[in-house]
């Protein structure tokens, strides 16, 4: 990974990433329904923790719009946001994320990132896009809606304009502007900064009447592992979920990133990492964090070069909590809009659009995910689940369908299977071969091509011997061609052992036909 001592580079980045960092957490706590004191909470000691274990030198730790969106869903029927029962939930959920991700990290199953498959992250990300900005409609316009879901919150908002502030709209459009025109200038431009500083002193020198931010404590954070432990078995299914969604964006991030460098990258190093960010975040009064793609992003354009970046970050926001009672005058229409501007990033209707041309099995997967998301809605971590049992069913029914070309020519019988051949498929094989063979009686010869199998396992490799042993039976040579490497040796010690037994005897007494067989690879 080349040099691990902090450098220049490191504390400019780190300083720049927390200039970001700061107004993203007051968003990201509103959005998972935590008071704004404790989204800086977990902007201060988790990035510290996480980077002594970092494999990445560019992923910055911190609050994230899709992990508070996961731990509202999986907290907000348990208690009411913003209290302090909410509050020692969400510390709890943010431990059982913390375990479970270095659980996979020290068995070195780095590999479970992966089964978010890209319809399911797709259709996921889309709906939660889409919950996110109904869930900051209201803050947005200046409004308080009457008690209900988030749609229909969202619903009565946008049927009600004439409720609406103006002086929010506008605060929400400026902040949006300033955001917008600030990334196109330079990504190290500190748009959300920019517009934090002006909605404070907008609100200050002109007596704004809208919701704000409210009193945010000043000090660092209190420390405590006076968690609702009575609870934890209601937290186990979320967190399993949060700790697979909530890494898929930062092994993403990194994967690019190391590739781009040429540099290793360690998943389940990162998973510790990850692991022990969420731990550090438990015991210090956050909620669930993961790594941001804009603050890494930000990170690497600034130049970082070690992993100590996110320490530099962490520093900088213990630094300023003795100050944090500025923001107090914070619009939160402000909020709305950062969250909003940052959520447009990974919404991709089109996306799961075109999935439908390119895998119709695969897009009813993503289109399942982004309908269950939406229906279920804030327990967006059961959809999730869902999505994820879709996938591997679809995985398994491709897997089922081992398609068999089969050809007669002179007296010869071919049979080409194309797919895997496991416990599963291999009746499929077996079957054809009695319909071609009924529908051909005249044949004296059987090829099998194998070239065009992928997997085979035991049984599947039994199977073979099978249909070897039943085509023999009835007077047919057999030969087989093709050899797959990577189950060629498999078959070969299946054929020649004698004492493997078919599990379907033949019918037909073979004492008097004359067996004919071979096992060779194509003459090519």
């Not at 004439?162 to 200038?185: D, E, F, Y």
Request: charged fraction near 15%.
């Amino acid at each position: 990974m080349g040099s691990e001592r902090l450098t220049l580079a490191d504390c400019v980045a780190g300083a720049s990433v927390a200039c970001v960092l700061i107004p993203q957490s007051l968003a990201y706590a509103d959005l998972a329904g935590m008071p704004a004191s404790h989204g800086l909470y977990a902007s201060a000691l988790p990035p510290i923790v996480a980077a002594l274990c970092a494999s990445s030198p560019y992923l910055q730790t911190g609050p994230v719009a899709t992990t508070s969106l996961l731990a509202l869903g999986a907290l907000s029927h348990m208690a009411t946001p913003q209290t302090p029962p909410y509050v020692a939930l969400a510390a709890l959920l943010a431990l059982v994320v913390g375990v479970t991700r270095i659980a996979f990290g020290l068995l070195r199953f780095g590999r479970v990132a992966f089964l978010m498959s890209h319809p399911v992250l797709v259709g996921f990300l889309n709906a939660a896009g889409i919950l996110i900005l109904a869930s900051q409609l209201a803050n947005a316009v200046g409004v308080t809606p009457p008690p209900g879901s988030l749609l229909e919150r969202a619903l009565w908002t946008l049927l009600h304009p004439g409720a609406w502030q103006v002086s929010s709209v506008v605060l929400t459009l400026v902040t949006a502007g300033i955001m917008l025109g600030a990334r196109r200038l330079h990504p190290l431009v500190p748009g959300v900064l920019i517009a934090l500083a002006a909605g404070i002193l907008y609100s200050r020198l002109t007596g704004y009447a809208g919701p704000v931010a409210g009193a945010v404590p000043a000090g660092f954070p209190p420390f405590s592992l006076a968690l609702p432990w009575r609870e934890l078995g209601h937290m186990i299914g979320p967190g399993l979920v949060i700790a697979l969604v909530g890494f898929a964006e930062p092994a993403a991030i990194a994967r690019t990133y190391a590739a781009q460098d040429r540099r290793p990258w360690n998943a389940d190093r990162e998973f510790v990492s990850q692991g022990l960010a969420n731990i550090a975040a438990a015991v210090s009064s956050g909620f669930p964090v993961g790594a941001s793609f804009s603050r890494s992003e930000i990170s690497r354009i600034a130049g970082a070069r070690t992993r100590w970046t996110g320490a530099v970050t962490g520093v900088v926001l213990l630094a300023f909590l003795p100050f944090a009672g500025i923001l107090a005058a914070l619009p939160r229409a402000v909020l709305a809009s950062m969250v909003i501007v940052s959520v447009f990033k990974f919404m991709r209707l089109g996306t799961l659009v075109r999935m439908g041309r390119l895998s119709r099995p695969q897009a009813i997967v993503g289109w399942a995910t982004f309908g269950f998301a939406i229906l279920l809605a804030p327990r967006i971590d059961r959809a999730v689940m869902i999505g994820i049992g879709l996938a591997i069913l679809v995985h398994l029914w491709r897997e089922l369908r081992v398609h068999v070309r089969s050809k007669y020519e002179a007296g010869t019988l071919r049979l080409e299977p194309k797919g895997v051949l496991f416990f599963a498929s291999a009746p499929i094989l077996y079957q054809t071969f009695l319909n071609e063979l009924a529908a051909h009686p005249q044949a004296e010869k059987l090829v099998i091509d194998l070239r065009h199998l992928g997997r085979v396992d035991l049984t599947g490799a039994l199977a073979l011997k099978e249909l070897k042993r039943e085509a023999e039976a009835a007077g047919l040579e057999v030969e087989l061609v093709g050899e797959p490497p990577q189950a060629w040796r498999l078959i070969k010690r299946v054929m020649a052992d004698g004492q493997m037994k078919s599990r379907t005897p033949s019918t037909k007494s073979t004492s008097d036909v004359p067996r004919r067989s071979s096992i060779h690879g194509d003459q090519r």
